[in-house]
């Protein structure tokens, strides 16, 4: 019973460096979500998916891109990442129909230096 | 400007004590979700409502749409259920994207 699963669970990067957080669901969920959280705020939308091949953006997208190449899974890339996106990132994921409830990761905890 | 408010920020009581979280928003919504964060990170939906009351052994979650108000209760609360109660709702116009509230931290001591 996987679920949803973020890979990797801790990265240290330094300024300016890339990298790629990856996002696996098994349950055949069309829409995914990547969130960041950060300390005394709620959790808040980067970027999310309705569907394969399809990605649009949430309330904080700046500096991040996303991919969805297949449905079940959805890449969050930092081309050039920066101290101010050292937060925990969360995926989710929901099946297609209204009102349903997101199913989350376990989280990644980021660092920029 | 759509928002969701929660209160208290962090709570912290003994053992067995009723235990009860808030939480306001600002404009009619379709459905408002409950979820919990334990220490560590995991993030699990609890309770998703529209009307009414729903329980779930100690937790029972109410909402009151023409106050646009919602409560969690937990009774008989143990240490446990210690974590980071979230509050999120969703808008008619807006089927898959949800509106968070800060949270609420919950310590209950033994």
Redesign the interface.
């Known amino acids: 019973n996987a679920g949803v699963t973020q890979t990797p669970k801790f990265r240290v990067l330094k300024t300016g460096q890339s990298m790629t957080l990856l996002c696996a669901q098994d349950m055949n969920h069309e829409?995914m979500?990547w969130y960041r959280q950060d300390p005394?705020?709620?959790?808040?939308?980067i970027h999310?998916s309705?569907g394969e091949g399809t990605t649009a953006k949430?309330e904080v997208p700046d500096g991040y891109n996303v991919s969805r190449l297949k449905k079940q899974n959805f890449l969050l890339g930092l081309e050039s990442a920066a101290p101010s996106q050292t937060s925990?990132y969360?995926c989710?994921s929901?099946d297609g129909t209204?009102?349903?409830?997101?199913?989350?990761g376990?989280?990644t905890?980021l660092s920029i230096l | 400007k759509n928002e969701v408010e929660q209160s208290p920020q962090n709570l912290t009581a003994q053992e067995g004590e009723f235990i009860t979280i808030n939480c306001s928003y600002s404009v009619g919504i379709s459905a408002l979700h409950w979820l919990q964060q334990h220490p560590g990170g995991g993030i699990v939906s609890l309770f998703m409502l529209s009307s009414g009351k729903k329980k779930h052994g100690r937790l029972i979650a109410t909402i009151n749409i023409q106050e646009k108000h919602s409560s969690l209760h937990i009774t008989a609360s143990h240490p446990r259920d210690s974590a980071v109660y979230i509050c999120a709702v969703s808008y008619p116009d807006s089927n898959y994207q949800l509106i968070w509230g800060a949270g609420t931290k919950l310590i209950i001591k033994p």
């Open positions: 829409y979500y005394g705020m709620g959790l808040r939308l999310y309705v949430g925990v969360f989710a929901s209204r009102n349903q409830p997101q199913h989350f376990d989280g905890r």
